[in-house]
């Protein structure tokens, strides 16, 4: 069984920056995919950034702005936030998916706000 450990997320003002990451444990397989996804009241789950090994996946309201890294070695990947907005207010959740499971961390909030 893989376990997510996230860390990162809190308060920024508009502009700000925050890093995201999340280290997948235990029995994982290391051809996954990773990335982060976030929600908001009332809206459903969208995806930010994934990685794997055919490359990332960014979507667009955050190119530009937000970038996907992974450390392969300890099977952790992070998200460096920048020019962070209101509307990027949300919880983050983290994802790792393989042949077998498809895993998601418990989320972690991020407020943009003045």
């Known amino acids: 069984q893989v376990q997510l450990v996230e860390s990162g997320g809190g308060l920024v003002q508009p502009g700000g920056s925050l890093r995201l990451s999340c280290a997948a444990t235990?029995?994982?397989?290391?051809?996954?995919?990773m990335g982060w996804y976030r929600q908001t009241p009332g809206k459903d789950r969208e995806l930010v950034a994934s990685h794997n090994r055919a490359g990332t996946n960014i979507a667009d309201s955050v190119k530009g702005r937000f970038t996907i890294s992974r450390n392969k070695l300890q099977n952790t990947v992070y998200l460096q936030m920048s020019s962070l907005q209101p509307e990027d207010t949300a919880v983050y959740y983290c994802n790792y998916r393989d042949r077998i499971q498809n895993l998601w961390g418990q989320g972690t909030q991020v407020t943009v706000s003045s």
């Open positions: 235990g029995n994982y397989i290391s051809v996954n995919t």
